[in-house]
């Protein structure tokens, strides 16, 4: 079954880093570019960057330019996203997603808290 | 980047009526266009990808149109469970994606 599956919650103080993983299982990582996507608390989804594992390319929104960013691993089919300057506006739920032969997934959420 | 715009913001409908929700892309996308649900605390759910192909397990009174810029998902008669915020999503870059802000369709 081809999935993505995501790190658990986490709660992070203002001013430090999170690092989310998203490992994808059924089909080989760099099949594949990896897509981040939030989406904040009564809010809407906010696309925030991709990356090719193949190559390592990436694109970030420029809103999320210097203060993100995307890796992987491509030995354990993962990737990664690190957020660094977290602010309370950054509590949101983190998804991963990709679009492999034509099928749009997404990971299952991770919930980033951070307390103001 | 392309910018995603989706009308109208809310969409009020009667049970069992139809409802037409509109995206349009600042430049084309092709048809490499998704359309997703969204019901409070939960996830995206897709429904439609490729501007026309329904997801696995989408009943078929749902149904996405269009190509290039402009895009149409039309729910033929709506039951109680499709109110809801629906977003549309372009994805014709390798590595750029955007969404529309939402469009949310409430019980006249």
């Known amino acids: 079954q081809v999935q993505l599956v995501q790190s658990e919650a986490e709660v992070k103080k203002p001013g430090a880093s999170v690092k989310v993983s998203c490992k994808a299982s059924?089909?080989?990582?760099?099949?594949?570019?990896i897509h981040w996507v939030r989406q904040a608390p009564g809010k809407g989804l906010e696309w925030m960057g991709g990356?090719?594992?193949?190559?390592?390319?990436?694109i970030y929104a420029q809103k999320f330019a210097g203060r993100m960013t995307m890796t992987d691993d491509t030995s354990r089919d993962t990737a990664y996203m690190e957020l660094s300057g977290l602010r309370s506006d950054d509590t949101a739920v983190y998804y991963c997603?990709?679009?492999?032969?034509?099928?749009?997934?997404w990971g299952q959420g991770t919930q980033v808290t951070v307390p103001s | 980047e392309t910018v995603m715009t989706q009308s109208p913001v809310t969409l009020s409908v009667s049970p069992g009526e139809r409802a037409t929700l509109s995206c349009r892309a600042s430049q084309s996308v092709i048809t490499n266009l998704a359309w997703y649900q969204q019901k409070p605390g939960q996830a995206p759910r897709l429904l439609i990808y490729g501007a026309s192909t329904r997801a696995t397990g989408v009943p078929a009174r749902f149904s996405g149109s269009g190509s290039g810029t402009e895009f149409t998902l039309t729910i033929s008669s709506l039951q109680s469970e499709d109110f809801a915020v629906y977003y549309c999503q372009q994805y014709n870059n390798w590595l750029s994606w955007t969404f529309g802000q939402g469009t949310k369709v409430e019980i006249k």
């Open positions: 059924g089909y080989t990582l760099t099949e594949s570019s």
């Open positions: 997603a990709t679009n492999f032969q034509s099928n749009l997934l």
């Open positions: 990356l090719d594992p193949e190559d390592g390319e990436t």
